[in-house]
């Protein structure tokens, strides 16, 4: 008997029950890649909003040795480097 994975409901066809069924190029490949790229579609989504809401630099000042540190995202890489005080 066929079932279904857990987190995205793919079909999972059972080799023991299903041999003699025809392959269903819909229902066993189509419709579980659909529902793949719409999961990464949400993803994708849900980062690149993420991106926007991230405040993309801050400045850190250690006083016991007088120097500024700037942090921030630039391309989606985390950097630092060192400001004039």
Known sequence: MSTNTTNLA???????????N???????LNDNWDKIDAKTKSITDSVDLANQNIEKSK???????????????????????????
Not at 11 to 18: I, Q, R, S, V
Not at 22 to 28: G, R, S, V
Request: glycine share 4%.
């Open 59 to 85: 400045i850190f000042q250690d006083d016991s040795i007088a120097k500024k540190y700037e942090f921030g995202f630039n391309n989606g890489q985390l950097y630092y480097r060192e400001v004039t005080v």
């Open 22 to 28: 025809t392959f269903n190029i819909k229902t066993m």
């Open 10 to 20: 793919l079909y999972k066809a059972d080799p023991l029950t299903d041999k003699d």
